[in-house]
Every structure is written in C-alpha cells, then in structure tokens.
C-alpha cells in the first residue's frame, strides 16, 4: 500500500500532467470550428477548475493525517476520475 508521502508525489506529478494536458487541449481547440470551440471551451473551464480544486485537496492533504487524510483522499480520488474522464472525452471530440 502506498505511503501518504508516495500519494502526494504521485497526485503532485499527475496534476503537472494534467496542467499541461488542458493547456494543450485549449491550443487544440482554438484551431476547431467555433461549435466545437462554444461546446468544448466550457468543458476545459470545468477541467481548470477541478485542477484548482484538486490543488486545494493536496495542499490539505499535505497538512493532513490520519482519518482527515483517509478522507481527502477519498475526495481527491472522485475528483481525478472526473478529471482523468474529461481529458479524455475532449480529446477523443477533437481528434
């Protein structure tokens, strides 16, 4: 089982990912259509968002311990599927 410690590096690297991955997808959609950009640009916003909040989540984590950290890491793990889920659904719309 990872340690609290190895969580944080790893949420830590995928959200450096992450920041790179929406700020690619924004460069891509500013090169389709403007339907696709009216529909997809409040997805990315959605995605900005949830980044900030997962974020905020690591900053407590790293706070944290115990049941707190048993807890927003639960959190943390809804907020990265959504997140993870979004990517993908915008890439797979704009390919």
Sequence with gaps: MATR??????LD???KDWNKQIDDLQKSLSK???EVQ???NKKTKDLQKKR???EKKLA???ESSGDTYDR???DSEIIWKDIKEGINDI???IK
């Excluded at 410690?5 to 790893?10: F, G, Q, S, T, V």
């Design 52 to 54: 900030r909040d997962l």
């Design 60 to 62: 407590k984590i790293r």
């Design 38 to 40: 009216k529909n997809y």
């Design 32 to 34: 389709q259509s403007k």
């Design 91 to 93: 890439k797979a719309a």
């Design 72 to 74: 927003l890491k639960g």
């Design 13 to 15: 690297s995928q959200l």
């Design 5 to 10: 410690e190895d969580y944080i590096k790893k």
